[in-house]
């Protein structure tokens, strides 16, 4: 019974799986949990948690261990809803359902979420500064060359984005970055980089970039 | 009760050095009584621009270390009344000032002085720190290059988290005919980005090549575009309204032609 104790963090494409196994009660789950976060340092820091494998928490243990893992460890808990695929059972943890083999690993929860916390940040920010949020960010004023920006939603720039802007850290691939002048150094979405062509278009028109087809495509929104 | 003036760029040789000199030297000339000083402890240099290297005989980190009194380790310009250089000095390095023994040495100065120029070394590091500790207004430095540009923008930044807020820019060794040709960066992509007043644009002139290398700022030489310059942003400095800077490039273009003529005539 108490050999194979483990949790573990597993990257997919919408944010990190809480998988645990050979537990036996919420409090050792969370010790481990705490443990892990701790000696992965800031690796995991504005890292999103998508769900649960492996163990069914109710509803007190959620909020727990929601608050546990925002509030000290700075990340963001979209779900923690179990999603294993041979034991779904959501909604009435003590009912057995029929297992679903093909359950999507994303909580609809998740889409709503990342649009409740946004930063707004008033004035240019400059080379040499970095803007980090678990949310949305927007910027009144410009971002210049050597400046960064990372979001764990979308990222707006009422003015230039001349720096470097992430949004949808580190794997939503629904996020988009918008600004009015659109002249990004390098851009990232999700797990996606890019980085505008060589000969030099000067935007005129507002843009938007999102994730197309596995590809960011830019697009005026206007 | 003076105005402690920090000179700064980020990134090296755009003028710093030359500015300060020639400032210090306009502001001397219009009857303000003005100290610069070298925060550019190992590699000073303001003193061989202004001309006064063999005169040194204490320096900042005597003053600082209370070695000397601050009064003499202060050189009086004989050409400009009213001018003074507190030299850095060159066997030491940056970490052998504070910057709280800054903020005494330039609060102490501004008692005195109607000026106090901080001519600040290239980095952003604990000499950038220093040079800016005590300061109470910045002028950042910077030439029509992109990686010039960008230094100037992450000084800005550290300006303003140093509370030193609204800091002005001067554009040095701007090549009108380049800039006409499309082939340099022009004032208005500067200003796009930094986001900042300008205070002065300064052309690139082979005079002040020369004076520099003489030792003698070139802000009193009437004849010279760079001279010109330098008296218009000084004037500006003590906050006088001088005439708009885009037409002190047209003026300064419009002189070289006029140069031309005259010479084929």
């Known amino acids: 019974m108490v050999a194979n104790r483990k949790v573990d963090f597993k990257g997919t494409k919408d944010g990190f799986l809480i998988h645990i196994s050979g537990f036996g009660t919420f409090e050792e789950i969370v010790e481990a949990i705490k443990v892990k976060l701790e000696t992965a340092d800031s690796f995991f820091k504005s890292a999103e948690i998508v769900g649960v494998d492996g163990f069914n928490f109710n509803i007190r243990e959620k909020k727990i261990l929601k608050h546990i893992i925002e509030k000290q460890y700075g990340l963001s808990v979209v779900s923690l809803e179990m999603v294993s695929r041979t034991s779904a059972t959501p909604a009435t943890p003590a009912a057995p359902v029929a297992t679903m083999p093909k359950k999507p690993l994303v909580s609809p929860a998740r889409k709503l979420s990342k649009n409740d916390d946004t930063k707004f940040i008033k004035g240019t920010i400059r080379s040499g500064r970095r803007e980090e949020h678990s949310g949305n960010i927007v910027v009144l004023g410009d971002v210049n060359p050597g400046a960064e920006l990372i979001a764990g939603g979308n990222i707006v720039v009422m003015g230039a984005l001349r720096g470097v802007a992430h949004a949808g850290y580190p794997n939503n691939s629904d996020a988009f970055v918008a600004s009015l002048v659109f002249n990004p150094v390098q851009l990232r979405i999700g797990e996606i980089i890019t980085r505008p062509p060589e000969e030099e278009v000067m935007p005129e028109d507002p843009e938007i970039a999102y994730i197309k087809n596995g590809m960011i495509v830019i697009e005026p929104y206007l | ?265």
């Open chain 2, 1 to 265: 009760m003076g105005e402690v003036i920090v000179i700064t760029s980020g990134k090296g040789g755009v003028g710093k050095t030359t500015t300060t000199a020639n400032l210090g030297a306009g502001l001397a000339l219009e009857g303000k009584k003005v100290v610069v000083i070298d925060a550019d402890i190992g590699l000073r240099n303001l003193d061989v621009v202004l001309g006064l290297e063999n005169r040194i005989v204490y320096d900042i980190v005597d003053v600082v270390s209370k070695t000397c009194e601050p009064k003499k380790a202060l050189i009086k310009d004989r050409r400009f009344d009213g001018l003074f250089l507190l030299p850095a000095a060159q066997t030491r390095d940056k970490d052998a000032v504070t910057e709280a023994q800054m903020v005494e040495l330039c609060n102490s100065l501004k008692e005195e002085f109607d000026f106090v120029l901080v001519d600040c070394p290239a980095g952003i590091e604990q000499g950038f720190k220093n040079a800016i500790a005590g300061a109470d207004r910045a002028i950042v430095v910077t030439t029509p290059e992109i990686s010039a540009v960008r230094d100037a923008d992450r000084i800005i930044g550290l300006l303003e988290a140093h509370d030193l807020r609204d800091p002005e820019l001067i554009v040095n060794r701007i090549r009108i005919d380049m800039v006409k040709r499309g082939d340099m960066m022009n004032i208005s992509d500067m200003t796009d980005i930094l986001n900042i007043d300008i205070i002065g644009i300064v052309p690139d002139d082979e005079q002040i090549v020369i004076s520099t290398n003489r030792g003698e700022p070139a802000v009193k030489e009437m004849e010279s575009m760079s001279g010109k310059a330098y008296r218009n942003i000084t004037k500006r400095v003590i906050g006088e309204e001088i005439p708009f800077l885009e037409l002190e490039i047209q003026e300064g273009f419009m002189d070289k032609v006029m140069k031309i003529f005259s010479f084929r005539r």
